[in-house]
């Protein structure tokens, strides 16, 4: 293996490169990207969709200048898309090529042995590397240049790929059992994702560096958006990030991400919005929503939400728990005579012992009894 120059001098140099390039990391993922480059350890980044997991290895490419190789992994998947396979059109022609020459090939065979060892001489070129081809995984290892593998989504293949996926992990190399073990010269960056949805091996997370990623705070939010030069103004901004981090409160399906913040700025920009309208956020909830459940549990808050960020009557969104649709009393078109949604709560304040009196619901009252 050739040694490697550093690419970073230090964590606030990663800071810099990823900063200048729109990507606006904390301390820890400038720590973690460091790391990556300076022990050779794959990097495994896990969080919720949507808070730049893909975007980090992307941006490693451009910082450092190195061609990325993406592997999105889906399930289902098996090892020849991941590792390699074999050109069987090549070989097939080959093939055809083969049998027209197969009286010239053996005309100077003295005995029968040796045709079958000319035969069978011929047959291993079938499976060389003239008729290999490379997928992702062997087109890091085989790279003449250092690359960036990103493995996207790993928690979405099935644990057969996971398993073949450690050789690459821990050795940065690849066999193939016709051939014989490719090595890497120059070891790639390699970043996995993954989205949770299933817990990894720990035989793989032993592999890596390991990266949690959450929503980031509201300050680190708004610079993100600000730094997409949306055009939107910086206080707009900030009421729109605090708006997006309520929505998040809510119990949703799907809440919203970094980038659906970001797009939804820009159909603000678009729309020329100059402040946090109901109706125009109402209308252009599905930019940030994608299903229709949640859509309809924050339309029902939505007025509570913009008077809380704007700094109005400060009324609270509805409860995780609340009924999709359904607002507060004083925003129902048909209140409760409770003062909620379905009575509920003022039943249950009043479930308590001997809460009935004597004949009551035509009971008999013994104590009038002479």
């Known amino acids: 293996m050739i040694e490697q120059e550093p690419q970073f001098a230090d964590v606030d140099h990663v800071a810099e490169g990823y900063r200048a390039r729109g990507y606006i990391p904390d301390r820890r993922i400038a720590t973690s990207v460091f790391l990556l480059t300076r022990l050779d350890k794959p990097l495994l980044v896990e969080g919720p969709a949507g808070v730049g997991k893909t975007e980090l290895a992307k941006t490693l490419a451009e910082v450092t200048g190195r061609p990325l190789l993406r592997l999105q992994c889906y399930e289902g998947q098996d090892d020849t898309k991941a590792l390699y396979e074999w050109d069987y059109g090549k070989q097939l022609l080959y093939t055809q090529i083969l049998r027209d020459k197969t009286s010239e090939l053996l005309a100077d065979a003295p005995d029968l042995e040796s ?35 990103l493995i996207d989504e790993v928690d979405r293949a099935d644990e057969a790929l996971e398993a073949v996926l450690l050789e690459m992990l821990a050795e940065f190399q690849v066999s193939v059992p016709e051939i014989g073990t490719f090595r890497a010269e120059r070891r790639p960056y ?8 299933r817990d990894l091996s720990a035989a793989l997370k032993r592999r890596c560096l390991h990266l949690t990623l959450e929503y980031p705070d509201a300050d680190r939010e708004w610079e993100i958006v600000r730094s997409k030069n949306i055009g939107l103004a910086a206080e707009l901004t900030r009421q729109l990030v605090n708006l997006v981090r309520g929505l998040r409160e809510l119990d949703l399906r799907k809440p919203p991400s970094i980038s659906e913040t970001v797009d939804w700025a ?49 009324r609270q969104p509805e409860p995780a728990d609340a009924t999709p649709g359904v607002g507060q009393a004083a925003d129902h078109p048909h209140p409760h005579p409770h003062g909620t949604a379905d009575g509920r709560a003022a039943r249950l304040a009043k479930d308590q012992p001997g809460r009935f009196d004597r004949g009551y619901y035509g009971t008999p009252d013994l104590s009038r009894r002479v």
Do not use: Q
């Not at 490379?134 to 960036?148: F, H, I, K, T, Y």
């Not at 929503?289 to 913009?306: G, Q, T, W």
């Open 115 to 149: 045709a079958v060892a000319k035969i069978t001489e011929s047959e291993s070129v079938f499976f060389s590397e003239r008729f290999l081809a490379p997928r992702p995984l062997l087109e890091a290892v085989r790279s003449p240049e250092p690359v960036v593998l």
């Open 190 to 197: 390699v970043v996995l994702t993954s989205n949770n949805t």
């Open 266 to 314: 820009r159909t603000l920009t678009v729309l020329g919005a100059e402040d946090l309208r109901a109706d125009v956020l109402a209308d252009t909830l599905s930019v940030v929503l994608k299903y229709e459940r949640d859509v309809a549990r924050a339309s029902a808050v939505l007025p509570a939400l913009i008077d809380r960020v704007i700094g109005g009557p400060g």
